[in-house]
């Protein structure tokens, strides 16, 4: 049986898709019984997850599209709408973190291109999500944040910005779509394991975290359930940690790619 009955037939749109949270995430959707939409910048990947979930009695389909293209952004939800009919819930999870770069190495177009994929993506998806859950009745919206939307990470300048805004986009949307019944949400991984790192690495990237260990993928499965259910009918313009503890310590865990080392010199300014 279900851990969450209220979502079988329910139409999920996982942007980011094909691989990592995203991937976990379309794949949870699925084993409750819901219709999901495989969205990701590139064709083949999408397709590749959209088979295994119909290959493992799931059902979905898959949407290529880059989310900061407003044009490739509608062509999604309209084949949302051709294949189901409807959109109840939308995970905001396609995003850039990289190429990390000091400050001082940054340009304007590296700006631009992380905040138009990872903040203008949360717009433009939530504003054709939205506009269809409105006219049926209601819908969950969940945006993915980030620890450097309150903290900081070093060479993360565009990244961390762009999860501040989402943050403040997520509770102003919440205001705003609060009066037709579509709640929006985030949820803030912690250090979260998306490219399968060696032992001695997870062992590393987890030794300060409270729970002990890195997180993986899955972990963020379980709580992207709960905001979509009824069973957070009363949340909205909320952010959930799932993040083993690591924000709530004094400690730093151990989170940093960048070293200060590596640095630019002034005198190469």
């Not at 190429?99 to 940054?106: G, T, Y």
């Amino acid at each position: 049986m279900s851990s969450h009955p209220d979502l079988a037939g329910k139409v999920v749109v996982v942007t980011g898709a094909a691989k990592g949270i995203g991937r976990a995430i379309a794949e949870r959707f699925a084993s409750v019984g819901s219709s999901v939409v495989v969205n990701d910048l590139d064709q083949e990947s999408a397709e590749a997850v959209a088979v295994s979930i119909n290959g493992s009695g799931g059902t979905a389909i898959a949407a290529a599209a880059d989310v900061s293209d407003s044009e490739q952004v509608a062509s999604v939800f309209a084949a949302t709408m051709e294949h189901f009919g409807t959109v109840d819930v939308l995970v905001n999870n396609a995003g850039l973190v990289s190429p990390m770069l000091h400050f001082f190495d940054a340009d304007e177009a590296w700006w631009r291109r992380i905040i138009d994929v990872n903040l203008t993506g949360h717009f433009l998806c939530c504003h054709q999500a939205a506009r269809i859950m409105a006219k049926k009745g209601g819908g969950s919206i969940i945006n993915m944040s980030s620890g450097g939307a309150t903290r900081a990470h070093r060479s993360f300048t565009a990244y961390d910005a762009s999860k501040g805004g989402i943050e403040a986009l997520t509770r102003a949307m919440a205001l705003d779509l609060g009066p037709y019944n579509i709640r929006v949400n985030a949820l803030m991984p912690g250090s979260i394991d998306t490219s399968g790192l060696d032992t001695e690495a997870r062992a590393l990237r987890g030794v300060n975290i409270p729970a002990g260990r890195i997180g993986d993928p899955y972990d963020m499965t379980g709580p992207a359930l709960f905001l979509a259910s009824e069973d957070s009918g009363y949340v909205t313009g909320d952010v959930i940690k799932v993040d083993g503890g690591m924000l709530a310590q004094q400690r730093s865990a151990t989170v940093d790619i960048v070293s200060p080392d590596t640095f630019p010199r002034v005198e190469d300014l």
